[in-house]
Structure formats: C-alpha cells, structure tokens
C-alpha cells in the first residue's frame, strides 16, 4: 500500500470525498493542515487539496477521490467499479455533481459579503442553473433500486454526492438557506 498524505485546510471541502474513501476503506493516511502562504509557492502551479502518493504530490481532488477510491475496498467492495461500464455510470454522476457547483464557482471569489449572497440567491432560485442540475442527478438517483447511486453498493457517487450536497442543504455556504 502506497504512503499517503491529503494536503488541505482543516475543513471538509474538496479533500473530503478522499478523506473518507481512505477512512471508510481502513487505509492509513496523514491528514496534513498546510502553511499554505508559505507552502504555496514551492508547490505551484499545483493548487489544494494535493494527495501526496509516495512523496509524489497529484492535484485534482476528483482525481485524488478516484484514487482513493479504486485503493478502497467497503464490505468487500471496491468504492470505485472495477466493471468499465459501472465506473463510466460512477464517473456521470460525479460530474454532474462538478456541473451543479460549477455556476458557484466563482462566488468564492466575490470579497463584498452581500454581493456574494446575492449572486448566489440567483443562482440557486427556482428554474436557476443549481436547481437544474439537482434535478438532473436526482432523476437518475430516483431510478436506483438499491438505494445506492450506481449498482447494489456504496460508491465514489455516493460518496461525492452526499458530501456536496450536504455542504449545500445545510446552509455551510454564505447566501444559500437550506
């Protein structure tokens, strides 16, 4: 087994999906809480989180879950399908959970408290770019039969949606009411 480290601030976000991959899979790892200021420079163009793989650093954190997710193994079950068709259904949710937060993207960047809410309000009102792309991965959760995203088991889907997801119905974004 590799070594790992998941380099991040001490907060869910992007790292989380790989955080518990590793931790749902019984895989040693380092959680590491960066001096980013003075960290940032000797890594660039890298940006966080970053999975430190054998004193390798890889940015990406969809790639880094995958990873995690392809080493990982819950009740005996790989959290990434080792069937290609499986994994493309795995990888389509994935991105549309990217695709639902990508119009978000950009408020993170907005420094005036009340423009940033006020962007966000609209793109998440009724008929708005967030709420279409909700409904779109809730159409394809509706029609699983077993609960889970893709197939009878718990996978990288699952686990990315319901950590996305979360941060959004639970108010943890500014602007954005549950």
Same mark, same amino acid.
């Given at each position: 087994? #590799?070594? *790992?480290? %998941? ?10 999906? &790989? !955080?518990? /991959?590793? +931790? $749902? ?23 966080? #989180?970053? *999975?430190? %793989? ?10 880094? &879950? !995958?990873? /995690?997710? +392809? $080493? ?107």
């Amino acid at each position: 087994m #590799p070594v *790992l480290k %998941v380099i991040y601030f001490p907060i869910a976000g992007r790292a989380e999906p &790989t !955080r518990l /991959a590793l +931790k $749902l899979g019984g895989i040693d790892f380092e959680d590491s809480n960066p001096n980013w200021p003075e960290m940032k420079p000797k890594v660039a163009p890298l940006q966080l #989180p970053l *999975l430190e %793989v054998d004193g390798k650093l890889v940015s990406q954190s969809i790639a880094q &879950t !995958r990873y /995690a997710c +392809k $080493l990982a193994k819950f009740e005996g079950k790989p959290l990434y399908p080792e069937d290609p068709f499986q994994a493309l259904l795995v990888d389509e949710l994935v991105d549309k959970v990217g695709d639902f937060f990508a119009p978000l993207i950009p408020t993170f960047s907005i420094a005036d408290q009340k423009e940033k809410e006020a962007k966000r309000a609209e793109l998440t009102v009724k008929g708005g770019p967030c709420e279409k792309w909700a409904a779109n991965i809730d159409g394809v959760l509706a029609k699983s039969s077993s609960g889970f995203a893709v197939g009878d088991s718990l996978t990288m889907a699952d686990l990315v949606i319901f950590l996305n997801i979360n941060s959004y119905r639970t108010g943890m974004l500014d602007g954005i009411s549950p």
